[in-house]
T-cell receptor
Framework: DAGVIQSPRHEVTEMGQEVTLRCKPI?????LFWYRQTMMRGLELLIY????????DSGMPEDRFSAKMPNASFSTLKIQPSEPRDSAVYFC????????????????FGPGTRLTVL | QKEVEQNSGPLSVPEGAIASLNCTYS??????FFWYRQYSGKSPELIMS????GDKEDGRFTAQLNKASQYVSLLIRDSQPSDSATYLC?????????FGRGTQLTVWP
């Protein structure tokens, strides 16, 4: 099975533009996570979904950030308007959750999207 | 606040030596612990998970967990230059992971 798929891999945009990052989780995984990684702050959880429902969005920096998961195989993270301080690598990860009465909490990461906002 | 503390390093060891990576955490309620390896410019890759006190071995890797001391470690035996990477410790509480800042490991030939 393919791993977590993210697109685009690189995005360069100008301040004020809308940016949309996309993620396809591993098939059958019930949890999807969006992370941001910078040298200054390390790896930060932005939001996560369980069965397409947002569970915890406390890490979303501000109203400029929004995330959706319209179905089990697709999620988007949108930044509007973008700012230079949003420049980072954005990772999507997924985990199986519960199966057969057991919990499988291991998260598997996609390759990331490197975002540069000029 | 779920604190996960790691020495940032860099930790430098010669090829063939044992590399020891340490992590402490603040939340006594955490049940699951993970070690991820991240090569420069790549995404984190899960290498070990541990859920109960004691040691768990997988090839050259051994994870150790001591919940009473709130301490988790990763030992890498017979270290190879290909092990040079940043190692992230993570704990899981209520469905989400909390990551440390990572320890940079360099294995020199």
């Amino acid at each position: 099975d393919a791993g977590v798929i993210q697109s685009p891999r690189h995005e360069v945009t100008e301040m004020g533009q809308e940016v949309t990052l996309r993620c396809k989780p591993i098939s059958g995984h019930d949890y999807l996570f969006w992370y941001r990684q910078t040298m200054m702050r390390g790896l930060e959880l932005l939001i996560y979904f369980n069965n397409n429902v947002p569970i915890d969005d406390s890490g979303m920096p501000e109203d400029r950030f929004s995330a959706k998961m319209p179905n089990a195989s697709f999620s988007t993270l949108k930044i509007q308007p973008s700012e230079p301080r949003d420049s980072a690598v954005y990772f999507c990860a997924s985990s199986l959750g519960t199966s057969g009465g057991l919990s499988y909490n291991e998260q598997f990461f996609g390759p990331g999207t490197r975002l540069t906002v000029l | 606040q779920k604190e996960v503390e790691q020495n940032s390093g860099p930790l430098s060891v010669p090829e063939g030596a044992i590399a020891s990576l340490n992590c402490t955490y603040s939340d006594r309620g955490s049940q699951s612990f993970f070690w991820y390896r991240q090569y420069s410019g790549k995404s984190p890759e899960l290498i070990m998970s541990i859920y109960s006190n004691g040691d768990k071995e997988d090839g050259r890797f051994t994870a150790q967990l001591n919940k009473a001391s709130q301490y988790v470690s990763l030992l890498i035996r017979d270290s190879q230059p290909s092990d040079s990477a940043t190692y992230l410790c993570a704990l899981q509480t209520l469905g989400r992971l909390y990551f440390g800042r990572g320890t940079q490991l360099t294995v020199w030939p």
